[in-house]
């Protein structure tokens, strides 16, 4: 199958590449930019493991074809780093609160929680559990992610 030149913006780089039609966006990211943050778990939009924000907008990237990213803005879990790589709020956070145990679901977490965080400083419980509501995890109940998340939250409003 012939291949189609996509580009696009990944963390705040541009990307050029020619991608087979029927790849997937969570494919691409992971072996062709090599982002490995992006996990993939169900590959059936069920999870979230694989979600990325798509012009700031949370989205499966399991269930997109790496072309129809093409002329978009993507984050992936690497994106919400500081640029000198060190974790950023919202990561060292989950790290404080212990929001992860096997870390499955994190990247996922990371990405709806940013999204809620960005629209909303300071959202109510309710607010939370909707935001992540489409994200499993096996592991940790909820609670713990749930108290990163405002933990993440107190820090980005002191900041401001
Ligand atoms: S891997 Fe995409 S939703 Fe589960
Ligand atoms: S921490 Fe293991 S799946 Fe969420």
Do not use: W
Not at 115 to 125: F, I, K, Q, R, Y
């Amino acid at each position: 199958m012939h291949k189609r030149e996509i580009s696009l913006t990944v963390n705040g780089k541009v990307h050029e590449l020619a991608v087979e039609p029927r790849l997937s966006l969570s494919d691409m990211l992971r072996d062709e930019l090599r982002l490995s943050g992006t996990h993939i778990g169900c590959e059936h939009g069920v999870c979230g493991a694989c979600s990325i924000l798509l012009d700031g907008v949370p989205v499966r990237s399991c269930l997109m074809l790496a072309v129809q990213a093409d002329g978009h803005e993507i984050t992936t879990v690497e994106g919400l780093s500081n640029e000198d790589r060190s974790p950023g709020i919202l990561q060292e956070a989950f790290q404080d609160a212990h929001g992860m145990q096997c870390g499955y679901c994190t990247p996922g977490m990371l990405i709806s929680a940013q999204a809620l965080l960005t629209a909303n400083a300071d959202p109510s419980l309710e607010e939370i559990k909707d935001a992540i509501g489409g994200n499993l995890c096996r592991c940790t109940g909820y609670t713990q992610i749930i108290e990163s998340i405002q933990l993440a939250a107190s820090r980005l409003r002191e900041a401001g």
